[in-house]
């Protein structure tokens, strides 16, 4: 199984980014998919997650509002809509694969429940 992230870059704050990731080695069509970002302060911090089904979306409490989760399955891609940004969101942006097919449950801010990952994309906003 392999994740390409992309979509990354230079923004100035207050602006937008669409980050996609592009799984192949397997369909997401029943799969729970994660974005997490990694800075030099946090090694590894929950963004976004989507149930298999795409019922039931999770934020991480900062980018609620600004950030959207989505998934593709036609084209087994998840993506986030990342809007508003702030300079504190600058990070490299990671996707996951997750196994987890609960509708309601904490455990998708747990990195530990995801087991395939992206290289990464990075992100950055200026002030």
């Known amino acids: 199984v392999q994740l390409v992230e992309s979509g990354g870059g230079l923004v100035q704050a207050g602006g937008s980014l669409r980050l996609s990731c592009v799984v192949s080695g397997r369909s997401i069509s029943d799969t729970s998919m994660g974005w997490f970002r990694r800075t030099p302060a946090k090694e590894r911090e929950f963004v976004a997650a989507i149930t298999w089904n795409g019922g039931r979306l999770y934020y991480e409490d900062s980018v609620k509002g600004r950030f959207t989760i989505s998934r593709d399955n036609a084209k087994n891609t998840v993506y986030l809509q990342l809007s508003s940004l702030k300079p504190e969101d600058t990070a490299e942006y990671y996707c996951?694969?997750?196994?987890?097919?609960?509708?309601?449950?904490?455990?998708?801010?747990?990195?530990?429940?995801?087991?395939?990952w992206g290289q990464g994309t990075q992100v950055t906003v200026s002030s």
């Open positions: 996951a694969t997750s196994g987890l097919i609960i509708s309601d449950s904490p455990l998708y801010y747990d990195a530990y429940y995801y087991t395939n």
